[in-house]
C-alpha cells in the first residue's frame, strides 16, 4: 500500500508540465488569489434579496447590476484596467459601512445596487488577469478556492446557524479587507529565476482572436448558465435541499478535478460530461420530498454544479488566453452581461407568472438542455474538448523541428486528415523516430495525453500501428521508431 501511495505521489508531481503544483509561481500568489475573492465578497449577503423595487425584486436587480460592471469592462482600455480593479475594489470597501447600518428601504438598496456594481466590474477585471496572467494549474487552484469557499459555506455554516448570524458582519469585513490587500499587493511578476530578480510576466493580446475557437467555448458557457438559471427554480423550492449534502458535493467535485485532470490528464470532456450527468441526477431526485432523495440529490447536485463551474471558467479563460486577443476577452464580458442582465431576466419574467416555483417545468427546461448537449456531443467534443487550450510547449516554437512540422501540415491539408495542431506534433515527431516517452519529455505534456492524442491520430489515419504510419508514410521518416 505504501509503494503503491508513494507511486501515486511521484506520478502526481511528473504529470503535464502546466498542470504541476511546481508551476504555482509564489510572486503570484495575490494574482491567484484576486479572482477567487472576487467572487466571494460577491457571494456574502449584504441584503434581504426579498425586497422588491418598482415590483422588481433585489435578486434580478443585483443579478442586472453585477453583468453591467462586467459589460463597462468590456469598453476600458486595456492599460486602465489594472487600476479599475483597485478603484473598484476601494469603492466597494466605502459602500460597505451604508449597507450594515442603514435602514432597510429604498435607499440602502441604492447603495446596494452600486455595490454589486462595483463587485462586477471588479471581478471582469480579476477575471483579466485570471485569464492571461496565470497558468493552467493556477488557474484551477484559484478554482479550487471558489469551490472550497462554496464547500465551507453550505456545511459548517448551516451547521452553526447562530455562529454564522453573530458573525456575519465580521466576516464580510475581513472578507473584504483580505480582498483590498490581495487587490493592491498583485503584481505580475514570477518567482525568481536563480536567485536574480523577480522576472515579469508577459501578457500578449496582440492578436484579433480569428479562428481561434473562443466563441464556441463561450456558447458552451452560456448552456452551462442557462442549466444553472434553472436550477434555481428547483434547487431552493421548498428549502428541499440539503445544504450540507451540496456542500459535500462541492468538496468532492475539487479531488475529482484533482484526479481527472492532475493524476490522469484526461480531457475536460470527462468532467464535463459529469457535470451534466450529476446535475440532471442531482436536480431529478430534488423533485422528489423523501429524505434519500433530497440528501442523494442535493450531493449530486452538489458536485454537478460545481464541477460545470470549474470546468467551464477554466475552459474559457484557457482559450481567451491561447488567442492572445483582448478581443475576445471582452466579448466574454459582454456575453457575460447577456447572461446575468438578458437570460436571468427572461427566465425570472417567465417563471414569476406561477404563484409558486415550477420545479418540473424547470426540469424539463434543464432536460431538454442536457439532451441536446449529449446529442451534440460529437461536435462539441471535436471543435472544443479536442482543442488544446494548455499552456505547455509546441512543436512550432523549436527550430529544428520546423521543416518536418510544415511537411505534415502540407500532408494534412492534401489528404484532408483535419488533424488537430497537437496531433500533427505527435505525427511529425513519431514520423522523426521519437518515443511516446520522448514526446511528453519533449512536448512538457503527460505521458497519457500522448497516447490519447496518438490513437485519435491513429484513428483518424485508419492504422493501428506506429509500423503502418512508417509504411504509409516512409518518405517522411529520418531514422526508426524506437
Known amino acids: 500500500?505504501?509503494?503503491?501511495?508513494?507511486?501515486?505521489?511521484?506520478?502526481?508531481?511528473?504529470?503535464?508540465?502546466?498542470?504541476?503544483?511546481?508551476?504555482?509561481?509564489?510572486?503570484?500568489?495575490?494574482?491567484?488569489?484576486?479572482?477567487?475573492?472576487?467572487?466571494?465578497?460577491?457571494?456574502?449577503?449584504?441584503?434581504?434579496?426579498?425586497?422588491?423595487?418598482?415590483?422588481?425584486?433585489?435578486?434580478?436587480?443585483?443579478?442586472?447590476?453585477?453583468?453591467?460592471?462586467?459589460?463597462?469592462?468590456?469598453?476600458?482600455?486595456?492599460?486602465?484596467?489594472?487600476?479599475?480593479?483597485?478603484?473598484?475594489?476601494?469603492?466597494?470597501?466605502?459602500?460597505?459601512?451604508?449597507?450594515?447600518?442603514?435602514?432597510?428601504?429604498?435607499?440602502?438598496?441604492?447603495?446596494?445596487?452600486?455595490?454589486?456594481?462595483?463587485?462586477g466590474f471588479s471581478a471582469a477585471c480579476a477575471f483579466y488577469l485570471f485569464c492571461f496572467a496565470l497558468n493552467n494549474i493556477e488557474r484551477l487552484a484559484g478554482m479550487a478556492i471558489i469551490q472550497l469557499y462554496y464547500g465551507f459555506y453550505y456545511t459548517a455554516w448551516n451547521i452553526f446557524p447562530g455562529f454564522h448570524t453573530e458573525s456575519n458582519i465580521w466576516i464580510r469585513i475581513i472578507v473584504l479587507a483580505v480582498?483590498?490587500?490581495?487587490?493592491?499587493?498583485?503584481?505580475?511578476?514570477?518567482?525568481?529565476?536563480?536567485?536574480?530578480?523577480?522576472?515579469?510576466?508577459?501578457?500578449?493580446?496582440?492578436?484579433?482572436?480569428?479562428?481561434?475557437?473562443?466563441?464556441?467555448?463561450?456558447?458552451?458557457?452560456?448552456?452551462?448558465?442557462?442549466?444553472?438559471?434553472?436550477?434555481?427554480?428547483?434547487?431552493?423550492?421548498?428549502?428541499?435541499?440539503?445544504?450540507?449534502?451540496?456542500?459535500?458535493?462541492?468538496?468532492?467535485?475539487?479531488?475529482?478535478?484533482?484526479?481527472?485532470?492532475?493524476?490522469?490528464?484526461?480531457?475536460?470532456?470527462?468532467?464535463?460530461?459529469?457535470?451534466?450527468?450529476?446535475t440532471l441526477f442531482g436536480l431529478g431526485a430534488l423533485l422528489f420530498n423523501s429524505s434519500s432523495t433530497i440528501i442523494s440529490g442535493s450531493f449530486a447536485y452538489g458536485l454537478?454544479?460545481?464541477?460545470?463551474?470549474?470546468?467551464?471558467?477554466?475552459?474559457?479563460?484557457?482559450?481567451?488566453?491561447?488567442?492572445?486577443?483582448?478581443?475576445?476577452?471582452?466579448?466574454?464580458?459582454?456575453?457575460?452581461?447577456?447572461?446575468?442582465?438578458?437570460?436571468s431576466g427572461i427566465f425570472s419574467v417567465y417563471f414569476n407568472y406561477f404563484d409558486e416555483a415550477n420545479r418540473f417545468l424547470a426540469f424539463g427546461v434543464v432536460l431538454v438542455l442536457v439532451t441536446l448537449c449529449f446529442l451534440f456531443l460529437p461536435f462539441i467534443q471535436k471543435r472544443l474538448f479536442d482543442a488544446d487550450w494548455t499552456d505547455g510547449l509546441y512543436l512550432r516554437d523549436m527550430e529544428e523541428y520546423s521543416q518536418p512540422l510544415a511537411e505534415t501540415e502540407a500532408i494534412n491539408v492534401k489528404d484532408r486528415l483535419e488533424l488537430t495542431p497537437r496531433e500533427q506534433e505527435i505525427f511529425t515527431m513519431l514520423l522523426n523516430g521519437t518515443s511516446p516517452k520522448e514526446i511528453a519529455y519533449v512536448l512538457k505534456i503527460s505521458y497519457g495525453t500522448v497516447l490519447y492524442h496518438q490513437q485519435n491520430l491513429y484513428r483518424k489515419l485508419n492504422i493501428h500501428s506506429i509500423a503502418e504510419l512508417f509504411a504509409r508514410y516512409k518518405a517522411g521518416t529520418k531514422k526508426e521508431p524506437k
Open 304 to 343: 454537478g454544479d460545481s464541477l460545470g463551474y470549474i470546468i467551464i471558467c477554466y475552459m474559457c479563460a484557457g482559450a481567451i488566453k491561447r488567442s492572445k486577443s483582448l478581443r475576445m476577452f471582452k466579448l466574454y464580458c459582454i456575453v457575460f452581461f447577456i447572461q446575468y442582465f438578458i437570460i
Open 1 to 119: 500500500m505504501a509503494g503503491i501511495m508513494k507511486a501515486n505521489i511521484t506520478r502526481f508531481l511528473q504529470t503535464r508540465d502546466e498542470l504541476s503544483f511546481r508551476n504555482i509561481r509564489g510572486g503570484l500568489l495575490p494574482v491567484i488569489l484576486v479572482f477567487p475573492f472576487s467572487v466571494i465578497v460577491g457571494n456574502l449577503r449584504y441584503y434581504d434579496h426579498s425586497i422588491a423595487l418598482a415590483g422588481i425584486s433585489s435578486s434580478e436587480l443585483m443579478f442586472s447590476f453585477l453583468g453591467l460592471g462586467w459589460l463597462v469592462l468590456g469598453f476600458i482600455p486595456e492599460r486602465f484596467i489594472i487600476l479599475s480593479l483597485r478603484l473598484a475594489a476601494s469603492i466597494s470597501a466605502l459602500l460597505l459601512p451604508f449597507l450594515f447600518f442603514m435602514p432597510m428601504g429604498s435607499e440602502r438598496q441604492v447603495f446596494f445596487m452600486a455595490f454589486k456594481f462595483c463587485n
Open 179 to 278: 480582498f483590498l490587500v490581495i487587490v493592491f499587493s498583485a503584481r505580475l511578476y514570477g518567482d525568481r529565476t536563480n536567485g536574480a530578480k523577480l522576472q515579469p510576466v508577459s501578457i500578449n493580446t496582440d492578436s484579433d482572436g480569428k479562428g481561434s475557437g473562443v466563441p464556441f467555448v463561450i456558447g458552451l458557457g452560456v448552456v452551462h448558465y442557462m442549466i444553472m438559471c434553472m436550477s434555481n427554480y428547483i434547487e431552493w423550492a421548498e428549502n428541499s435541499v440539503s445544504s450540507s449534502a451540496f456542500g459535500l458535493g462541492t468538496v468532492v467535485s475539487i479531488i475529482l478535478v484533482i484526479i481527472i485532470q492532475l493524476l490522469q490528464g484526461r480531457s475536460a470532456l470527462y468532467l464535463w460530461i459529469m457535470f451534466l450527468a450529476f
